[in-house]
């Protein structure tokens, strides 16, 4: 294939993928204008000659839009495929990539509410939470073997409501077992603290008795 030829190849296949993508935005266009929202504003936000004012206030309009649809899903009270007050995740995500697309295009930063869609939409805000509670158990776990060294596995998978095969590997990880120790000792230094105090008491009271006794008062 010479040079020519695979210019017109590119050629075709940037023809072909605009093509796409205009049918693609004039499907969004239809769908959004059913939700109220202006066909120019529309066209100056996701279109292929995007004016930043209309990526503004349309983010605006998508953010209102998916924190609706975040709380009808959190609160189960409708159907959310046959409620039509409600933007599909599609349109939004479609209409949101296409205007954070666009601010590439013209070189500015994405606006706040645009990227606050695009987080919400991904659900950033859950990344890492499943992991936080599972080392909320891992840590409970640690501290029943730590006042129980004889609890077994099932035992211990049961009270956190984890898998046996979990425990089991907390138990062999070198970290895990580590932290363990320490927490076993720092419990047996606590629990003989008392006795200790207990003793310097007593030895304090002694030495004082030995004192009056060396040094009556006068009185």
């Known amino acids: 294939m010479d040079e020519s030829e695979i210019q017109s190849l590119m050629e075709l296949l940037t023809r072909g993928w605009l093509e796409q993508r205009q049918t693609a935005i004039a499907v969004a266009m239809g769908e959004a204008e059913r939700f109220g929202i202006d066909?120019?504003?529309?066209?100056?936000?996701?279109?292929?000659?995007?004016?930043?004012?209309?990526?503004?206030e349309l983010s605006g309009v998508l953010q209102k839009a998916s924190q609706s649809r975040q709380i009808a899903e959190a609160k189960g009270e409708v159907q959310l495929s046959a409620n039509s007050d409600l933007m599909g995740n599609a349109l939004i995500n479609f209409m949101a990539a296409a205007m954070l697309r666009n601010c590439c295009t013209l070189k500015v930063p994405a606006p706040y509410e645009l990227l606050d869609v695009i987080e919400r939409q991904l659900n950033v805000e859950s990344f890492g939470k499943k992991?936080?509670?599972?080392?909320?158990?891992?840590?409970?776990?640690?501290?029943?073997?730590?006042?129980?060294?004889?609890?077994?596995?099932?035992?211990?998978?049961?009270?956190?409501?984890?898998?046996?095969?979990?425990?089991s590997r907390w138990m062999r990880d070198d970290i895990f077992m580590s932290d363990l120790e320490a927490v076993r000792r720092d419990a047996a230094l606590m629990a003989i603290i008392p006795q200790v105090l207990q003793k310097q008491r007593e030895e304090s009271e002694t030495i004082r008795q030995l004192i009056d006794k060396a040094f009556p008062s006068d009185n």
């Open 39 to 56: 066909f120019d504003l529309l066209v100056k936000a996701i279109g292929l000659a995007p004016e930043l004012d209309a990526i503004n």
């Open 131 to 167: 992991q936080a509670r599972q080392h909320k158990k891992e840590t409970i776990a640690m501290l029943m073997l730590a006042r129980n060294p004889e609890m077994s596995t099932s035992e211990i998978a049961n009270e956190l409501g984890v898998n046996k095969s979990t425990v």
